[in-house]
């Protein structure tokens, strides 16, 4: 009984706390571990009768579910387009397999805390490596003027190392390598680095989503803005040094975060453009030029699907169509680049209605945790720990920035990981206080 449950904790328990390492590997590993997770974690809670898992927030998810699927079915293209709709439902119920895993294992411990410790410095070391030479250990190459990593073509190293930023910081707060009267100056370096190859990736939207992060826990979390200050002023640092260092046309981050961003948004450089794509208040675009396509075609494609919207890849699929396409082909993609324009289109006002109230929701939530903080005396890493994975989840909804496929398995996974975490959080320090 006794090796079974070790068994148990290395593959489940070792598993969930080392998924975001697996996200690096491919989609395939990834795919398999929440599978069998879900399969492990769903038979426990039916055979021990754990009921509990299966609340409100089980209730939303399969509202939201249902709204997917529904969609999907109701407008029918081929199974290829519906399959990512109608196998939706693994990927919330992954995050209650991590809530019910971290309930029967415990794996806050410096075993996988050093475990991050050494991934960071690979991944930093290897960024730089590719920033200095043109190439990464494993031979990737400089694309696009950005670095990526061991990602290689995928250029998703920002957004990758900023949702592992916040998981990193609870496992620091829950090892007690940062207290209230103790800051860890190696750990403090070391997430500062991770900032920095954030900045060098050239992801503006991962960049400027960092900022805002950091923002909300300045704010909400007092125990924690020494920290927050010294490695935002060391990544200045480094991110305004390291260019004097090696000038490269190739690789300019600063160039592409602020300048480009500028030409984009007003359109510069880029000459008139047809009628669809008029400017806000006839001065900038919404992100950019090609976004801003997106999000006309979307609204186009809303108007005609509006309560249950087109289904889960209707959007690539109609796209295209003659009394939906726009001038040149503009704002045709795989999905609109925007969660809640993706959301509206795919599920219609159903879905975007429970969409709004998930981000409202966590907004509630933040504020009431930073009253809670701040009238504490004492450093609860339970309810900091919390508040810092509320933090990346309203980072990941939020709604006024560019973003991924919101039904791509890789992102779907990254996305919910944090969900899994936050619900063991939440439920552990309610069950601690009464």
Not at 38 to 52: C, D, G
Request: hydrophobic share 50%; glycine share 6%.
């Amino acid at each position: 009984m006794v090796f079974k449950k070790n068994i148990q904790k290395i593959i489940f328990g070792y598993g969930v706390g080392i998924f975001p390492f697996l996200l690096l590997i491919g989609p395939l590993i990834s795919e398999i571990f929440l599978v069998f997770s879900v399969l492990f974690a769903w038979l426990m809670i039916v055979k021990e009768k754990q009921y509990n898992y299966i609340n409100k927030y089980f209730i939303f998810f399969c509202l939201f579910y249902l709204s997917t699927v529904f969609s999907t079915l109701f407008n029918f293209y081929s199974f290829d387009s519906a399959k990512g709709g109608i196998s939706y439902f693994r990927i919330p119920l992954f995050a209650f397999a991590i809530w019910f895993i971290l309930n029967n294992f415990k794996i806050f411990n410096r075993k996988i805390l050093f475990l991050y410790s050494i991934f960071f410095v690979l991944i930093i070391s290897d960024s730089i490596l590719q920033y200095f030479t043109g190439k990464n250990i494993t031979g990737n190459e400089i694309l696009q003027y950005r670095i990526s990593s061991f990602f290689g073509e995928e250029l998703v190293l920002g957004g990758y190392l900023l949702r592992l930023i916040p998981i990193f910081l609870v496992f620091l707060i829950m090892n007690n390598s940062i207290k209230l009267e103790k800051l860890n100056l190696i750990y403090t370096l070391l997430i500062s680095l991770v900032c920095f190859v954030i900045y060098l990736s050239g992801e503006r939207t991962s960049f400027f989503l960092l900022i805002f992060f950091f923002t909300i826990i300045f704010f909400t979390i007092k125990y924690l803005r020494k920290f927050i200050l010294i490695t935002g002023i060391i990544s200045i640092f480094l991110s305004f040094s390291v260019p004097y260092i090696k000038k490269s046309e190739e690789v300019n981050p600063t160039k592409r975060m602020f300048s480009k961003t500028y030409e984009q948004l007003t359109g510069r450089g880029i000459g008139n453009f047809e009628e669809h794509k008029k400017k806000l208040f006839g001065k900038v675009y919404i992100f950019s030029h090609d976004h801003h396509g997106h999000y006309m075609l979307s609204l186009k494609i809303i108007k005609d699907y509006p309560i249950f919207g087109t289904g889960a890849r209707g959007f690539r699929y109609l796209c295209r169509n003659k009394i939906y396409i726009l001038e040149n082909d503009d704002g045709c993609s795989t999905h609109p680049h925007n969660t809640y324009f993706q959301i509206f289109t795919s599920n219609g006002i159903v879905g975007f209605s429970l969409l709004l109230f998930a981000f409202f929701y966590i907004i509630r939530e933040i504020l009431k945790l930073r009253k809670k903080i701040n009238l504490e005396n004492n450093f609860n890493k339970y309810e900091i720990s919390k508040t810092i994975l509320l933090a990346i989840i309203l980072i990941n909804l939020w709604p006024i920035a560019p973003s991924g496929n919101f039904f791509n398995n890789w992102l779907s996974m990254l996305y919910f990981y944090p969900i899994g975490l936050y619900l063991y959080f939440k439920f552990k320090n309610e069950k601690k206080v009464n």
